[in-house]
Nanobody, 120 residues
Framework: QVQLVESGGGLVQAGGSLRLSCVASGNIFIINTMGWYRQAPGKQRELVAAITSAGNTNYADSVKGRFTISRDNAKNTVHLQMNSLKPEDTAVYHC??????????????WGQGTQVTVSS
């Protein structure tokens, strides 16, 4: 079993900052790409940012220059530093990880989500 647990969401005013964290635990052999997705009401889930085990990053155009993704491989953790937040960043943010377990089975895992609300 593998679990992803997010933390750090909340309510912030426009222009403010939040830092999201996600910790993976359980039967983990290798964690490949980790990332953050978000889903606003009435919209599809979209990729916000992703980071490979080597540290290569990918960002949605809407967050480039404002958000920074990072990871700590020793702690199976990924972070998302969100600065200059806008009301349109309001969504439920989900952690995602591609994990290979000790049986060498690869799967895609999701956290339960954390609410980010940006007020204008």
């Amino acid at each position: 079993q593998v679990q992803l647990v997010e933390s750090g969401g909340g309510l912030v005013q426009a222009g403010g900052s939040l830092r999201l964290s996600c910790v993976a635990s359980g039967n983990i052999f290798i964690i490949n790409t980790m990332g953050w997705y978000r889903q606003a009401p009435g919209k599809q889930r979209e990729l916000v940012a992703a980071i490979t085990s080597a540290g290569n990053t990918n960002y949605a155009d809407s967050v480039k220059g404002r958000f920074t993704i990072s990871r700590d491989n020793a702690k199976n953790t990924v972070h998302l530093q969100m600065n200059s937040l806008k009301p349109e960043d309001t969504a439920v943010y989900h952690c995602n990880a591609q994990i290979q377990n000790s049986y060498l089975v690869r799967d895609n895992y999701w956290g339960q989500g954390t609410q980010v609300t940006v007020s204008s």
